[in-house]
């Protein structure tokens, strides 16, 4: 369980660090909205993770996981250039993610 909770904190830090560069600085109320739920319960979320996971472990899968998937949204998106090089690069931060997932 603590591994579901893990993951699915670190597709809230996506989804608060996209929100939070569309809140331009926090003047934009709805982004500004969800960049605050989104946050709170992605570190609640840690936090419970932790409970059962050592602390480099859920600390480097949540941050790889959260910057992986928030590069490619932003990629898919049109907001950042898309290339083979960015997306093998992407590509290795998931899958030293799974190799940490592995030995744990």
């Known amino acids: 369980m603590h591994w579901v909770v893990l993951l699915l904190?670190?597709?809230l830090e996506a989804v608060w660090a996209t929100a939070l560069s569309?809140?331009?600085?926090?003047s934009k109320l709805w982004p500004t909205v969800v960049?605050?739920?989104?946050a709170a319960g992605s570190m609640g979320g840690l936090a419970y993770a932790m409970r059962g996971?050592?602390?480099?472990?859920?600390y480097a899968v949540w941050v790889g996981i959260g910057a992986a998937l928030t590069a490619?949204?932003?990629m898919w998106s049109g907001t950042e250039p898309v290339s083979l090089v960015r997306a093998l690069l992407l590509a290795g931060i998931v899958g030293c993610v799974i190799g940490l997932k592995l030995t744990h």
């Open 35 to 38: 960049f605050a739920i989104a």
């Open 53 to 58: 996971l050592p602390v480099g472990t859920a």
């Open 9 to 11: 904190s670190a597709v």
């Open 72 to 74: 490619g949204y932003a």
């Open 22 to 26: 569309r809140s331009e600085g926090f």
